[in-house]
């Protein structure tokens, strides 16, 4: 049984670029949170979506934005990067009304 | 708003022995989970315990424990018999969910390293 699977693992940006990171859910889950790691940090909520939708958001600009597809999987997009957008993000999935969830290995983005 | 404390960025203890990893929080709700996961070199996250807070009995999971003062807003993790496996980094979590809200709220983290 799959876990959490992210892609890619590591990718380098140049400011003011933009960004897509995938992320498919565990098997059986159907809602997946993003969190941002700046390093030496603990992970930071972004956002969250369910049903296609995106049900919770923390405290991020709206460079940040996602998107949930129908098979549950998601993307991160982040616009107009920005060094301090350097971080791992991770995701993280689960079932609806569980507080249960599986985290991916994430993936390092690196601005330059 | 709710904050998870770790006043502890880095502890070491010898292999085989006991060590506690701190953790303070703070919030106004009556419910809420709290947690413990462990970040090796690896980088995914992985579940180490968890507490529900309307259950006055501590949580345990083989060599891993927790004591939970409420009152205090305390959440401290032992680790008895350490192993050179546990070497990583440990945060503390809450989270509370009365109104939907499954976000988990993490502490900065303690680096702990097991000495052989």
């Known amino acids: 049984d799959a876990g959490v699977t992210q892609s890619p693992t590591h990718l380098i940006k140049t400011r003011g670029q933009q960004v897509t990171l995938r992320c498919s859910p565990k098997s059986g889950h159907d809602t997946v949170s993003w969190y941002q790691q700046a390093l030496g940090q603990g992970p930071q909520f972004i956002f969250q979506y369910y049903e296609e939708e995106e049900r919770q958001r923390g405290n991020f600009p709206d460079r940040f934005s996602g998107h949930q597809f129908p098979n549950y999987s998601s993307e991160l997009n982040v616009n107009a990067l920005l060094l301090g957008d350097s971080a791992l993000y991770l995701c993280a999935s689960s079932l609806t009304g569980s507080y249960g969830y599986t985290f991916g290995s994430g993936t390092r983005l690196t601005v330059v | 708003a709710q904050t998870v404390t770790q006043s502890q960025p880095e502890m070491s203890v010898q292999e085989a022995e006991t060590v506690t990893l701190s953790c303070t929080y703070d919030?106004?709700?009556?419910?809420?989970?709290l947690f413990w996961y462990k970040q090796p070199p690896s980088r995914q996250m992985i579940l180490v315990i968890r507490?529900?807070?309307?259950?006055?009995q501590n949580a345990t999971e083989n060599r891993f424990s927790v004591n939970f003062q409420k009152a205090a807003k305390s959440f401290s993790l032992k680790i008895s018999d350490s192993q050179l496996g546990d070497t990583a980094m440990y945060f503390c979590?809450?989270?509370?969910?009365?109104?939907?809200?499954?976000?988990?709220?993490f502490g900065t983290g303690t680096r702990l390293k097991v000495l052989a």
């Open positions: 979590a809450f989270m509370n969910t009365p109104r939907g809200t499954y976000k988990y709220i």
């Open positions: 507490q529900e807070a309307y259950k006055q």
């Open positions: 919030t106004s709700e009556s419910n809420y989970y």
